[in-house]
């Protein structure tokens, strides 16, 4: 296999994913954000769905622009939904996509929270709650969760 094709892989998506995400915790935004814009205009068919949902919803956490933001979250739920609606088999993705769903609603109530729509943050704040139950019982869970508390304390009373 030729190191083009290495990366291209699927498992070879899946490192470079986790590389751009490494690159964005350890601070260098603008990094992570050039290389998951090249890994977002390397995956364009329906096959790469759950990749383009997982770039999507880590692309978002790099913008310095709220706007900008809740575009990429939209992205990354509008990949989810499409992988949903497919309705092929996943395999091991399937899991994954149902456990992202808390998390992608969680992000579009802090962007809209961030741009002064509290209602919208609102709605999305609830979509994130009645998908709580598709959370594992694990630290992945429990911050999200605890995330959850958080932004809904944030919101105060509708």
């Known amino acids: 296999m030729t190191e083009q094709q290495q990366e291209t892989s699927p ?3 899946v490192v470079r994913i986790g590389q751009a ?3 964005h915790r350890a601070g260098d935004r603008e990094e992570a954000r050039h290389r998951l814009a090249l890994l977002w205009s390397e995956t364009t068919g329906e ?4 990749h383009r949902c997982t770039i999507a919803h880590y692309m978002a956490d790099t913008q ?11 992205r990354a739920l509008a990949a989810a939904d499409a992988l949903t609606e497919e309705k092929v088999e996943w395999g091991e993705h399937s899991l994954a996509v149902r456990s992202l769903y808390p998390s992608l609603y969680l992000n579009l109530a802090a962007d809209h929270a961030k741009l002064g729509e509290s209602g919208a943050a609102r709605r999305e704040l609830r979509r994130a709650k009645g998908a709580l139950a598709s959370l594992a019982d694990d630290e992945y869970g429990a911050g999200i969760r605890a995330a959850v508390g958080r932004l809904e304390s944030r919101l105060g009373p509708a």
């Open 11 to 13: 498992d070879g998506l």
């Open 21 to 23: 995400i490494m690159l």
């Open 47 to 50: 096959g790469d769905l759950f």
């Open 64 to 74: 310095d622009d709220p706007g900008a933001e809740l575009e990429w979250d939209l």
